[in-house]
């Protein structure tokens, strides 16, 4: 049972960004302190990465834990309408595998940084994940995934 009636929850819902989102910006300001210069969600690639960095040929996505199905104590399934929410946020699983492997295809490195690595019980230290990322964009040409910790 929900907690809040279907209009405010429609209200709610709807008023969830995609992009710009709070841990979006506070990579990219974060970033852009560094001295690294970046591009937003470029049309032109596979799901529009958050920040591109042509330079390293190097995306990232920041991921938020429900919307893309992430293994950690932030995703729960919703306990109501569970057809509907199973199926778009397995859609949304889908999509991002293929338009990581489409990014892959065409030389590209990526970055995926989930929300629990920045919020929660489990968090990162916000100075040392944002090192994790410039390291990464400097050095390294895997694919790396970050989340949070698994224990404190």
């Known amino acids: 049972m929900d907690i809040v009636d279907k209009t405010t929850r429609s209200r709610m819902m709807s008023g969830i960004k995609g992009k710009n989102t709070r841990p979006e910006m506070m990579i990219r300001q974060a970033l852009f302190a560094e001295g690294f210069r970046y591009r937003l969600h470029v049309k032109t690639l596979a799901g529009k990465p958050d920040l591109v960095f ?34 778009k ?37 916000f100075n040392e994940l944002i090192k994790m990322i410039s390291d990464w964009l400097l050095t390294s040409n895997i694919d790396l995934v970050i989340s949070g910790k698994e224990k404190d």
């Open 89 to 125: 946020i397995n859609k949304n699983v889908c999509v991002d595998s293929k338009n990581i492997q489409s990014l892959k295809d065409d030389g590209w490195t990526i970055l995926t940084v989930w929300e629990c690595s920045m919020k929660g019980k489990h968090k990162l230290n």
């Open 54 to 87: 042509p330079k390293f040929k190097k995306v990232i996505f920041v991921h938020g834990c429900f919307w893309h199905r992430h293994d950690c104590h932030l995703f729960k399934w919703p306990s109501t309408r569970i057809e509907f929410w199973k199926h």
